[in-house]
C-alpha cells in the first residue's frame, strides 16, 4: 500500500466491501458507479477515485463486476488472512460481540475469550469457554491470536494492553473509554460508544 493513500480512503473500504457483499446475495453481477454511490451516498467520482489508489477496477461503460470487486477490496483489506482473535473482558459488552454471527462472514475466527471474575471463568459463550487471564500468553501463543479486542473497565485497560503486548498480539480493538499506550509496529483501533452517543446528541439537539 502506497503512503499517500489517506487513511480516509481507507476507511472507506470496508464499506464498499460491505455493499458488494449485499449486492453479491442480491444476484447483482455487475454494479455501476452510480449505483454503487446510491447505495453508500457517496459520489461516484469519489469511490473511483478510492478504488484508483490500489489499481484498475471495473470496465468503462460497464461497470464492476461485484464479484471480483469484492474479493480484490478484501484482499486489500487482507481479509484472506483469516486473522485469529481473542476478547478480552466479557461482561454485556464483550458477550454480545462474542456473539456477533458477522464476524465469521469476514474472515475473522474468535478462537478465545478471557475474563478475571472466577464467576464468568469456566462458562461457555458462542461455544468458545471463558478463561483466566493468568493463561492469555499461552493460549495466544497456542492459537496463533493476532488480534484482541478489549472491552474491560478502564482501570485493568493499560494492563490487559501491556500483557498483550508481551504476548505478541499485533493488533488491538479497543473498546475502554482510555487512550492506551502502545508501541510501533503495534495498530490499535480506538472504538468509544460514548462518542457517538455525543455526535448523535449534538445533532438532534439542533433539529428542533
Do not use: C
Amino acid at each position: 500500500m502506497k503512503n499517500e493513500i489517506s487513511q480516509a480512503t481507507i476507511g472507506r473500504l470496508p464499506l464498499y466491501f460491505r455493499t458488494l457483499n449485499f449486492a453479491e446475495k442480491d444476484g447483482m453481477d455487475i454494479i455501476s458507479s452510480d449505483e454503487f454511490g446510491r447505495r453508500l451516498d457517496i459520489t461516484p467520482e469519489q469511490i473511483r477515485k478510492d478504488l484508483a489508489s490500489f489499481g484498475q477496477f471495473g470496465k468503462k461503460g460497464v461497470g464492476y463486476y461485484v464479484s471480483e470487486l469484492k474479493n480484490r477490496i478484501g484482499n486489500i483489506l487482507g481479509l484472506e488472512n483469516h486473522w485469529n482473535f481473542a476478547i478480552v473482558g466479557v461482561g454485556h459488552l464483550g458477550s454480545a460481540l462474542a456473539n456477533y454471527k458477522n464476524f465469521i462472514t469476514l474472515g475473522f475466527n474468535l478462537v478465545a475469550l478471557f475474563d478475571t471474575d472466577k464467576s464468568v471463568v469456566g462458562t461457555t459463550i458462542n461455544g468458545i469457554k471463558v478463561q483466566g487471564i493468568d493463561v492469555l500468553k499461552e493460549v495466544v501463543a497456542e492459537r496463533k491470536i493476532q488480534i484482541a479486542i478489549i472491552t474491560v473497565p478502564v482501570s485493568e485497560a493499560q494492563n490487559v494492553t501491556d500483557l498483550l503486548i508481551e504476548s505478541e498480539v499485533r493488533g488491538i480493538w479497543n473498546f475502554s473509554p482510555i487512550k492506551l499506550s502502545v508501541p510501533k509496529p503495534m495498530y490499535i483501533v480506538n472504538e468509544d460508544l460514548s462518542i457517538g452517543l455525543s455526535s448523535l446528541s449534538y445533532h438532534l439537539a439542533r433539529l428542533d
